[in-house]
Protein backbone atom coordinates (compact mmCIF):
# COMPACT_ATOMS: atom_id res chain seq x y z
CA UNK A 1 0.00 0.00 0.00
CA UNK A 2 1.13 3.63 -1.22
CA UNK A 3 1.49 6.50 1.78
CA UNK A 4 3.12 10.15 1.60
CA UNK A 5 4.30 10.57 4.93
CA UNK A 6 5.21 14.15 5.75
CA UNK A 7 7.27 15.90 8.11
CA UNK A 8 8.69 19.72 9.29
CA UNK A 9 6.06 22.61 9.45
CA UNK A 10 5.34 24.39 12.84
CA UNK A 11 4.87 27.69 13.97
CA UNK A 12 8.03 30.54 12.68
CA UNK A 13 7.63 34.45 12.95
CA UNK A 14 7.28 36.52 9.80
CA UNK A 15 10.32 36.81 7.48
CA UNK A 16 11.83 33.20 9.01
CA UNK A 17 12.34 29.85 6.73
CA UNK A 18 10.71 26.48 7.09
CA UNK A 19 11.37 23.08 5.88
CA UNK A 20 8.65 20.36 4.63
CA UNK A 21 9.57 17.00 3.65
CA UNK A 22 7.16 14.19 1.99
CA UNK A 23 8.24 10.45 2.01
CA UNK A 24 6.72 7.91 -1.10
CA UNK A 25 6.91 4.65 0.81
CA UNK A 26 5.18 1.05 -0.22
CA UNK A 27 5.24 -0.72 -3.79
CA UNK A 28 5.93 1.91 -6.32
CA UNK A 29 6.63 0.84 -9.89
CA UNK A 30 7.11 4.85 -10.94
CA UNK A 31 6.92 7.96 -9.51
CA UNK A 32 5.71 10.87 -12.15
CA UNK A 33 5.37 14.27 -10.13
CA UNK A 34 5.06 15.34 -6.72
CA UNK A 35 3.62 18.94 -5.61
CA UNK A 36 2.91 20.63 -2.34
CA UNK A 37 -1.05 21.96 -2.09
CA UNK A 38 -2.05 23.98 0.91
CA UNK A 39 -5.46 25.33 2.18
CA UNK A 40 -6.05 27.73 4.40
CA UNK A 41 -9.43 28.11 6.59
CA UNK A 42 -12.14 29.54 3.76
CA UNK A 43 -9.95 29.40 1.14
CA UNK A 44 -10.18 26.35 -1.39
CA UNK A 45 -6.84 24.13 -1.96
CA UNK A 46 -4.12 25.53 -4.08
CA UNK A 47 -1.18 24.99 -5.77
CA UNK A 48 2.17 25.59 -4.08
CA UNK A 49 4.78 24.28 -6.36
CA UNK A 50 5.43 20.46 -8.10
CA UNK A 51 7.96 19.14 -10.06
CA UNK A 52 6.12 16.90 -12.82
CA UNK A 53 8.20 14.15 -15.21
CA UNK A 54 10.10 13.09 -12.51
CA UNK A 55 11.87 10.42 -14.61
CA UNK A 56 12.35 12.55 -17.42
CA UNK A 57 15.64 14.95 -18.45
CA UNK A 58 12.64 17.24 -19.31
CA UNK A 59 10.79 17.38 -15.63
CA UNK A 60 9.37 21.02 -14.91
CA UNK A 61 9.22 22.79 -12.01
CA UNK A 62 6.09 24.79 -11.10
CA UNK A 63 5.26 27.40 -8.67
CA UNK A 64 1.97 29.04 -7.30
CA UNK A 65 2.54 33.12 -8.07
CA UNK A 66 2.18 34.39 -4.14
CA UNK A 67 5.34 31.88 -3.91
CA UNK A 68 7.41 32.53 -6.52
CA UNK A 69 10.77 33.43 -5.61
CA UNK A 70 10.59 32.37 -1.89
CA UNK A 71 9.82 28.79 -2.23
CA UNK A 72 11.49 25.98 -3.61
CA UNK A 73 10.68 22.83 -4.62
CA UNK A 74 13.23 19.69 -5.07
CA UNK A 75 12.29 15.91 -5.46
CA UNK A 76 15.09 12.62 -4.10
CA UNK A 77 13.63 10.55 -7.25
CA UNK A 78 15.50 7.77 -6.06
CA UNK A 79 14.36 8.22 -2.57
CA UNK A 80 10.80 8.82 -3.37
CA UNK A 81 11.03 11.93 -1.26
CA UNK A 82 9.82 15.57 -2.20
CA UNK A 83 10.87 18.59 0.16
CA UNK A 84 9.67 21.96 -0.23
CA UNK A 85 12.10 25.29 1.78
CA UNK A 86 10.18 28.19 2.30
CA UNK A 87 11.71 31.39 2.74
CA UNK A 88 10.68 35.10 3.64
CA UNK A 89 7.32 33.47 5.11
CA UNK A 90 4.57 35.57 5.48
CA UNK A 91 1.37 35.54 7.71
CA UNK A 92 -0.34 34.68 4.52
CA UNK A 93 1.41 31.24 4.14
CA UNK A 94 -0.05 29.88 7.32
CA UNK A 95 -2.22 27.07 6.21
CA UNK A 96 -2.13 23.32 5.86
CA UNK A 97 0.56 22.03 3.42
CA UNK A 98 -0.78 18.83 1.64
CA UNK A 99 1.65 16.74 -0.34
CA UNK A 100 0.65 15.10 -3.52
CA UNK A 101 2.09 12.46 -5.68
CA UNK A 102 1.01 11.21 -9.00
CA UNK A 103 2.50 7.28 -9.18
CA UNK A 104 2.15 4.12 -10.67
CA UNK A 105 1.91 1.04 -7.99
CA UNK A 106 3.48 -1.93 -8.47
CA UNK A 107 1.37 -4.41 -10.57
CA UNK A 108 -0.69 -1.77 -12.20
CA UNK A 109 -0.67 -0.19 -14.67
CA UNK A 110 -2.32 2.89 -14.13
CA UNK A 111 -0.90 6.06 -12.42
CA UNK A 112 -3.18 7.31 -9.17
CA UNK A 113 -3.04 10.52 -7.62
CA UNK A 114 -1.98 10.02 -3.51
CA UNK A 115 -2.15 12.59 -0.79
CA UNK A 116 -0.43 13.15 2.52
CA UNK A 117 -2.31 13.91 5.64
CA UNK A 118 -0.98 17.51 5.94
CA UNK A 119 0.89 19.42 7.81
CA UNK A 120 0.12 23.24 10.09
CA UNK A 121 2.43 25.60 9.04
CA UNK A 122 1.66 28.90 11.21
CA UNK A 123 3.33 32.20 10.55
CA UNK A 124 3.01 35.09 13.16
CA UNK A 125 3.46 38.74 12.73
Known amino acids: QVQLVESGGGLVQAGGSLGLSCAASGSIFRLDAMAWYRQAPGKERELVAQVDRINSRIGSTEYGDSVKGRFTISVDHVEKTAYLQMDGLKPEDTAVYYC???????????????WGQGTQVTVSS
Open 100 to 114: NAVLTPLHSEVPRVY
